[in-house]
C-alpha cells in the first residue's frame, strides 16, 4: 500500500514560518508606524458613537438636522464625521446648542445617513458639573392641575433644602401620589411636567438626552434625564427613579430641551446609536483628527463603519478561544461534548457574565435533559426529537426570562445570549451519554466542556487580550500558525500521562 | 545527553516515550491519517459494506439475517426474526459498540436479552427507530439495521466471559498483526467489551495465543472478576487461524492501521465482527507494551505486499512474542 498523505512536514513548516512571520510583521507594524500600544490605557480612552439616520424620501427637497453633541464635563470632542453621499452638510452653533444639518435638492426613496464623533473620556474632569443654566419659563396652570402642582410642590419643598434635594423629592411625590401624576401627564411628559414645575419653584432645569456607553453595542436609543442646576453646577436625574448623579460612561447628547432630529421632506425617520471604546495613544489624539487618516497598509478593523466594527470585536476574540480549545484537546487531552461547543458557551457567557451565564446554563440544560429523558419515551424520530428540545430551550429561556424579569432580577434577561440550536444538541449528546455509558461520563464531558468554556472565557475578556486582537489584526495569523503548529503534535496528551501509568510503574 | 538521559529514566513522559507508548497525537497524525486513505473508511465504518467485502474475499463473518433500512419496515422484523432461536441487531455505521441489542432467546413473545432481562417487540422496535434515525451512528447520519444470528461462544472460553462474547482484537499493520488482546466481559461492564465500560483486557502474545498479563481500568488482574478463572490459563484456539484472518482483512480492505475485531465461533471457528479504522490504545495497557517499536519495526520492511498471508502471520510469531506475566 503506498502513502496516500505526504511525510513530508517540510512545506508545513514553511507555511507556519510563513504565518508567524507575516502576523508578526503586521503587528509590529501597526505598534510602530500607527503608534498603537501593547497594552490597554484606559486614561486616553475614547468612545466612538455613530448615530445612523434612516428615513424615507418623499422625492422633495429634504433638509435634516440632528442634534449633536458638545464638550462636557467628563468628555471632549475630539473629531467628527459624517457620511451622506450627495447631501449638503453644515454644522450650526447657537450658543451651546449644536445641530448638523444636512440638505439635498431631491431625494428618493429609502435613505441613510452617518454621524460620527469621538469623546475623548477625561476622568479628572468629570467631578466638576458645570454648565450655563437655562431660561425659566413660567408655564401658568388652572383648575385640578394647579391643585396637583401646588401640592406636590408644596410637599416637596417642605422635605427639601436646596434645588437638588427639592428635585429629589418632587420625583418620589410623584411615584408616591400616583393618581395626581397620571392627571399630569395627560399632556405632557413626565419629564415636561417635572421641569415645567421646577421652574415654577424657580429652579432652572431642563430634560436631556443622554446615551449610556457601552462598548460594542448596536442600536442603542437615547434616554431622557433631567438636569437641574444650582447656580453654575448641575446634577443629573433619572426621572423614573429619582436616582441623582450620572454615572461616567453617560454621555450628554441633547442638552437644549430641542429635539433629536428635525426632517422635513421624508417619513419614518428613525435614529440608532453603536458604541465602540478604543484606546488611542494620547499623542495621536492631539495630531487633530488622525482617525480619518485611512491608509492602505492600516490593515486594521478601524476602517470599518462602526455598526461593523463592533461587531468584529466579538468575532476576532473566536480565535483566542478556538485556540484554547485546541490546547485543552490536543495538549490536555479534555473531553468535551462538541468540539467547539465550549467556545460558543464563552461567547454567551461575555454577554452575561460568568456567574449569570453559569446559572443560565445548569437551569437550562438541567431543565432540558428532564424535558428529553421524557421525550425518549415516546419513541420520536431523532430529528423530531431535536426539534422538540430546541423548542423546549425556547420556552425555558422565555420562562426564566419572564421569571426573572418579575423577580426584579435583570441579569436573568440575559439567558437569551446562550446559542439555542447548539444547547439543544449538548443536552441531546449528554442524554444519550446518560443512557449508555451513565451519569459518570456526562458528568466528565459536561464539566470538561464547561472547564474549557470558562477557561476561554476567562482568556476572551482580559482587557490585555481584547486589546490586542481588536488592534493588531495580524495576531489572527499568529494564531493560525501556532493552531497549525498544535496540529502538527505527536507528543502525549498530559491525560495520556495519568493514562498509561501503569505502565511505568514499579519494576 | 545526560540531560535525554536522565528524561527518559525519570520523567513519566521520558519512561513512557522510551518504551513506545503511543499517544493519541502520535496514532493521529503518523499512523492513521498517514496510511488509512479516507476513501476507505467507509469499508469498515459500514458493517453492511464489511460484511458484502469479507463474503467476496472469502472471509467467515456471522450470518446476516436481514437488513432493516426504512422506518416504514420497522414492523417486519417479528416475521424477519420468526423462528429464529436468538438473533442480535446491530446499527451498521455504529461505533464502539453502541445500540447493539442481543436477544438470548423468544418466549411466548417475549424477547430475552443476555442478562435475562425480557423485553416486548415495541421496545425492539423503537430500538430500530432509533438506529435508523442514527442515534448510535457517527455524525448522527441515518442509518440501517443488521439484524445477524448469534455467535456461540467456543468452549475455550466460556470460563472466561460473563453474558458475552469474548472478542479477540488484532492491530494489523500494513498487513503484518502486531499486537492482540482478548476482551472478556464481565458484570461490572454490563456485558459489554468494552475495556472503559469496565470489560477486562487481555494481552496476548502474538506466537501462541497465550495470555500475556490483564488488566480491568487499568489495573492488573489476574483472574477474571465473575467466573475467578485464573486468565494465565487462557489460550486462544486455532490461534494461526486467527492471525490469518485479520491478515485478510488487511487485505481485501486496503486499510494500513487497521483493527479487526475476531470472534470464535463453536461451529464456524474463527469469524470477523468488524473492523476499526481507528483502533484505540488500551492494547498497549493489556500487553504491558508499547507499539511504536513494532510498527517501526513493520515499517522498515521494503514493499511489504509482496509477502503472503502466512509469511507475515510467521514474521510476527516470531518478532512480536512476549513473555507471560501470569501464573498459568
Known sequence: ?507 | MNLLQYWREHTRYGRLAAKGIMGMNCRNIRYISRYNPRSLYPLVDDKLKTKHLAIEHGVNVPDLIGVIDNQHDVPKIARITNGVPGFCIKPAKGSGGKGILVIDRVVDGLYYKTNGQAIALPDIERHISNILAGLFSLGGKTDFALIESLIKVDDAFLQFTHEGVPDLRVIVFRGFPVMSMMRLSCASSKGKANLHQGAVGVGISMDTGRAVRAVQSGRPVSHHPDTKQSLGDLVVPQWIAMLELACACYDMTGLGYLGVDLVLDKHRGPLLLELNARPGLSIQVANDAGLLPRLRRVETIKKPEKYPIVERVAYSRSYFAAQSQLQP
Open chain 1, 1 to 507: 500500500m503506498s502513502k496516500t498523505v505526504s511525510s513530508n512536514r517540510v512545506p508545513l513548516y514553511i507555511l507556519v514560518l510563513g504565518l508567524l512571520a507575516t502576523g508578526l510583521f503586521l503587528t509590529f507594524y501597526r505598534h510602530i508606524v500607527f503608534d498603537v500600544p501593547w497594552l490597554p490605557d484606559a486614561k486616553r480612552q475614547i468612545w466612538s458613537i455613530e448615530a445612523k439616520i434612516e428615513f424615507e424620501a418623499l422625492g422633495q427637497p429634504v433638509r435634516l438636522s440632528l442634534a449633536v453633541p458638545d464638550n462636557q464635563p467628563g468628555f471632549e470632542r475630539v473629531s467628527e464625521h459624517t457620511a451622506s453621499p450627495g447631501y449638503g452638510l453644515a454644522f450650526v452653533e447657537e450658543g451651546v446648542k449644536r445641530r448638523a444639518e444636512w440638505s439635498v435638492r431631491e431625494a428618493n426613496g429609502r435613505q441613510t445617513l452617518y454621524y460620527q464623533v469621538d469623546m475623548l473620556f477625561d476622568e479628572s474632569s468629570f467631578n466638576k458639573m458645570l454648565g450655563t443654566p437655562p431660561q425659566i419659563e413660567t408655564v401658568t396652570y388652572s383648575g385640578p392641575e394647579e391643585t396637583a402642582v401646588t401640592q406636590l410642590l408644596q410637599r416637596a419643598r417642605s422635605r427639601s433644602a436646596d434645588p437638588f434635594t427639592m428635585t429629589r423629592e418632587l420625583i418620589a411625590e410623584f411615584n408616591n401620589e400616583s393618581q395626581v401624576a397620571q392627571l399630569l401627564v395627560q399632556q405632557k411628559s413626565r419629564e415636561r411636567r417635572l421641569v415645567e414645575m421646577l421652574n415654577l419653584a424657580g429652579i432652572p432645569a431642563r430634560v436631556v438626552q443622554t446615551l449610556f456607553l457601552e462598548d460594542g453595542r448596536r442600536r442603542q436609543s437615547l434616554v431622557s434625564y433631567l438636569q437641574v442646576f444650582s447656580g453654575d453646577e448641575y446634577a443629573l436625574f433619572n426621572p423614573q427613579s429619582g436616582q441623582q448623579g450620572q454615572v461616567t460612561n453617560q454621555l450628554l447628547w441633547e442638552q437644549n430641551s430641542g429635539s433629536l432630529l428635525d426632517l422635513v421632506g421624508g417619513r419614518d425617520s428613525r435614529v440608532s446609536f453603536s458604541i465602540i471604546s478604543q484606546e488611542v495613544p494620547a499623542a495621536r489624539i492631539y495630531q487633530e483628527k488622525v482617525a480619518h487618516l485611512k491608509n492602505a497598509m492600516d490593515f486594521s478593523i478601524h476602517s470599518l463603519p462602526l455598526e461593523e466594527q463592533t461587531m468584529f470585536k466579538g468575532i476576532l476574540l473566536i480565535p483566542v478561544g478556538v485556540l484554547v480549545v485546541v490546547i485543552m484537546r490536543i495538549l490536555v487531552g479534555i473531553r468535551t461534548s462538541g468540539t467547539f461547543m465550549p467556545v460558543l458557551i464563552a461567547l454567551a457567557f461575555i454577554q452575561t457574565t460568568l456567574i449569570t451565564g453559569l446559572v443560565g446554563f445548569f437551569l437550562i440544560v438541567g431543565v432540558g435533559l428532564i424535558i428529553r429523558s421524557y421525550l425518549s419515551r415516546h419513541n420520536l424520530l431523532l430529528v423530531a426529537r431535536i426539534s422538540a428540545v430546541i423548542i423546549s430551550v425556547i420556552i425555558i429561556i422565555a420562562v426564566f426570562s419572564i421569571l426573572a424579569y418579575g423577580l426584579g432580577l435583570a441579569e436573568g434577561l440575559k439567558v437569551t445570549f446562550f446559542p439555542m440550536i447548539i444547547l439543544s444538541w449538548t443536552i441531546e449528546r449528554m442524554s444519550i451519554l446518560w443512557e449508555e455509558e451513565g451519569a459518570k461520563e456526562v458528568f466528565v464531558q459536561g464539566g470538561g466542556s464547561l472547564m474549557v468554556a470558562v477557561l476561554a472565557y476567562l482568556v476572551m475578556i482580559n482587557p490585555v487580550v481584547r486589546h490586542l486582537m481588536f488592534n493588531f489584526i495580524g495576531l489572527q495569523l499568529v494564531f493560525m500558525a501556532l493552531v497549525l503548529m498544535c496540529g502538527n503534535y505527536t507528543g502525549y496528551r498530559l491525560s495520556e500521562l495519568r493514562r498509561f501509568k501503569p505502565l511505568v510503574q514499579g519494576n
